[in-house]
């Protein structure tokens, strides 16, 4: 088989981040089912020896060769590369992420010339990059699709916006902030989105507090999450 062909394969399985206990994190509930005893590891996937496989290197060779000439060393710009389940992430050290998103669409051979948008990760075990920005890129021209990936510590949620390059994600990067308190540096309005403009925290860490407001639902009130009854 030819081996540019080949799936790209991990270099070191991933690093490992966190260890989990039971289905869904939770404990003391009185689970009977079983699955309370279930131990696994949460690891971060590790990065990606060459060939990458079917078009990933083109692109890769492609963008180390546009930070070449604009007089970078790719591997101070590229963290790491990761192809995981047939996709490929560019890992960016976060203060070159405007220069690698402005090459990702200008250059002729890659034209990513599509944001769809940034997603917030909170990790709270990954020490150091507790907090993740994700972007999904799409090129138009070449049919696609990958993704930027970039961390930033918990003690300083900075990250460069690149609102100037990519226009449409004035708004995710707000809701990214909004939710996940990711601070993009350089956004012509980092504003709330969905909470309250006085709203204290950040609803989608991990570590944001389970309480909440009572509902009412058709005549019956609803506890807030933290006020209701425990089945232990």
Request: one cysteine or more.
């Amino acid at each position: 088989m030819n081996a540019q062909n080949l799936p790209g394969q991990r270099g070191d399985h991933g690093e490992v981040i966190d260890t989990r206990r039971g289905m869904f994190g939770a404990s003391g509930g009185g689970d009977t089912s079983g699955y309370g005893g279930l131990v696994r590891s949460v690891r971060m996937p590790g990065a990606t020896s060459r060939p990458y496989g079917g078009w990933f290197d083109e692109v890769a060779d492609e963008l180390e060769g546009a930070l070449d000439e604009q007089g970078l060393v790719p591997e101070n710009v590229i963290e790491k590369t990761v192809v995981d389940r047939g996709e490929l992430t560019f890992h960016i050290e976060r203060e070159y992420l405007p220069t690698v998103a402005k090459t990702l669409r200008d250059d002729p051979a890659l034209r990513f010339e599509l944001c769809t948008g940034v997603s917030g990760v909170h990790f709270p075990g990954d020490k150091g990059r507790e907090l993740h920005a994700v972007y999904h890129l799409r090129s138009i021209t070449h049919n696609r699709l990958i993704r930027l990936e970039v961390s930033a510590p918990d003690a300083d949620p900075h990250v460069p916006s690149i609102v100037a390059v990519y226009p449409t994600n004035d708004w995710h990067e707000r809701e990214t902030y909004d939710f996940f308190g990711l601070v993009f540096d350089g956004h012509p309005a980092l504003t709330r989105i969905m909470m309250p403009d006085d709203w204290q925290g950040f609803p989608q860490r991990k570590d944001y507090p389970l309480g909440g407001i009572p509902v009412e639902y058709k005549g019956a009130q609803i506890p807030a999450p933290d006020q209701r009854r425990s089945y232990t």
